[in-house]
T-cell receptor
Framework: SQTIHQWPATLVQPVGSPLSLECTVE??????LYWYRQAAGRGLQLLFY??????ISSEVPQNLSASRPQDRQFILSSKKLLLSDSGFYLC????????????FGSGTRLTVV | KQEVTQIPAALSVPEGENLVLNCSFT??????LQWFRQDPGKGLTSLLL?????REQTSGRLNASLDKSSGRSTLYIAASQPGDSATYLC??????????FGSGTRLLVRP
């Protein structure tokens, strides 16, 4: 069966420090991968999605970037964190083809101090 | 631009009640609609997925309906339990790769 892993679960980082959040999917090939952010009291916002290795689409201009170095690995990064980067980050995947639903990871709570 | 709205924003009911959560979307050209549950501080758990050609899906005490032409979906929870307390999110997948979420309904089931 397919599983999705996200780590770390929680992270407290100072302003200006770098960030790297990792997401991996097991049990499938060629998934579509997504990064969402959920800010306090707000809905889920799509940040990036990827349909293949090295293919990244950005939904909103921001201080973050994403990379997909391997088929089932999706990384969210920042060179210098801002206070406004705080939030709950969720990785998700769905099969490349077919009308399947999305499966989400357990999330990373990021607090920038 | 697709927009998804969920009503009510919050709901408090006594245990045992049947309840309905509402979701509406502005563009009827969707592939499917998915209902999720989110517990505080946790990720999203998929509850039901309804394809655009379907009218409803059922899983246990949950039933979700879809009226694509009117841009509406409902999630029906029968015989609610305190363990059902969570935030329920509705999301539609449009013609692109994107899943667009409503802001959720926060449900509290009182013992």
């Amino acid at each position: 069966s397919q599983t999705i892993h996200q780590w770390p679960a929680t992270l407290v980082q100072p302003v200006g420090s770098p960030l790297s959040l990792e997401c991996t999917v097991e049990g499938t090939s060629n998934p579509n991968l997504y990064w969402y952010r959920q800010a306090a009291g707000r809905g889920l916002q799509l940040l990036f999605y990827s349909v293949g290795i090295g293919q990244i689409s950005s939904e909103v201009p921001q201080n973050l970037s994403a990379s997909r170095p391997q088929d089932r690995q999706f990384i969210l990064s920042s060179k210098k964190l801002l206070l406004s980067d705080s939030g709950f980050y969720l990785c998700a995947w769905r099969p490349r083809t077919g009308a399947y639903g999305y499966t989400f990871g357990s999330g990373t709570r990021l607090t920038v101090v | 631009k697709q927009e998804v709205t969920q009503i009510p924003a919050a709901l408090s009911v006594p245990e045992g009640e049947n309840l309905v959560l509402n979701c509406s979307f502005t563009d009827s050209a969707i592939y499917n609609l998915q209902w999720f549950r989110q517990d505080p501080g946790k990720g999203l758990t998929s509850l039901l997925l309804i394809q655009s050609s379907q009218r409803e899906q059922t899983s246990g005490r949950l039933n979700a309906s879809l009226d694509k032409s009117s841009g509406r979906s409902t999630l029906y929870i029968a015989a609610s339990q305190p363990g059902d307390s969570a935030t329920y999110l509705c999301a539609v997948r449009d013609s692109s790769y994107k899943l667009i979420f409503g802001s959720g309904t926060r449900l509290l089931v009182r013992p």
